[in-house]
């Protein structure tokens, strides 16, 4: 059996036992579409290992679709109800019964503080010692001071604002990525943001995050294959009403120098 399709029957059997040992989800595991990927892959598996292999990437498949019923038994047993039915329940109240569920779960934290006797003592000294507003400000002078103009590049030394601006350099590393790509739909994420250091690995990675952030471009993770795929839009797009969520990918220093000696 080719080395590819024994990682990929590998990799289902640990996806289905991470959802029964560890808790995952097992509504993110994309059932029919493994499915179909054992129905392929099931006339080209000759040895006895190779079967065994199979049949236990199936159990392990309909043991995730018996966490899944258990899933919802639980949820339903409990009255679950989805976030956007209580969002659009929340949407339809008047303004006047929103007020009265506030009213009723309001319940503010009350802070009582006291003045001791050596605070009201120092209190009355301080008032005592203070001397009159006419006599204030007779030996405060006031110096005129012209405005002035300073340099963008000792702004930048100061660290009040940067050599480039955020916009500029978010376009140019647009127009980058869309070149990269080509005619092609995507370019494989850690490829573009491979540096010749790992200093500028890390920074091409946070620009790429603000890529994905500001609608420049998406993010397209294949769990099953260990892939991130960077998709580039033909024009920024702002997000709204677009349910977001964060993707955390770590960069160390070891990850960075196994790639580059991968591609060198």
Not at 189 to 214: D, M, P
């Amino acid at each position: 059996m080719p080395r590819e399709h024994q990682e990929l029957l590998q990799r289902i059997v640990e996806l289905c036992d991470a959802v029964r040992k560890s808790g995952l989800d097992p509504f993110d595991v994309e059932v029919r579409e493994f499915f179909d990927r054992l129905r392929e892959l099931l006339p080209k598996l000759k040895t006895n290992e190779e079967l065994y292999l199979d049949v236990q990437a199936v159990l392990g498949l309909a043991d995730v679709i018996f966490q899944q019923g258990e899933w919802i038994k639980h949820k339903s047993s409990l009255l679950y109800l989805d976030p956007l039915l209580i969002t659009l329940k929340l949407y339809a109240l008047p303004a006047r019964d929103l007020a009265e569920v506030l009213v009723r779960s309001w319940h503010p934290i009350i802070d009582l503080e006291s003045l001791s006797l050596p605070a009201i003592r120092e209190g009355l000294d301080y008032w005592r010692n203070l001397p009159a507003l006419d006599e204030r400000f007779k030996e405060l002078g006031v110096t005129e001071v012209m405005t002035g103009e300073i340099a963008r590049r000792e702004l930048a030394k100061m660290g009040i604002l940067s050599d480039e601006d955020l916009t500029a350099l978010l376009d140019r590393t647009w127009r980058e990525l869309k070149e990269a790509v080509g005619e092609k739909e995507f370019i494989s994420y850690w490829k573009f943001i491979q540096g010749k250091s790992f200093e500028e690995t890390v920074f091409r990675a946070w620009l790429v995050s603000f890529l994905v952030s500001y609608g420049y471009a998406t993010l397209d993770i294949n769990p099953l294959e260990e892939e991130i795929n960077l998709k580039p839009l033909p024009k920024p797009q702002v997000l709204e009403n677009v349910a977001t969520f964060s993707v955390p990918i770590a960069i160390s220093r070891e990850e960075w120098l196994k790639r580059r000696r991968k591609h060198a």
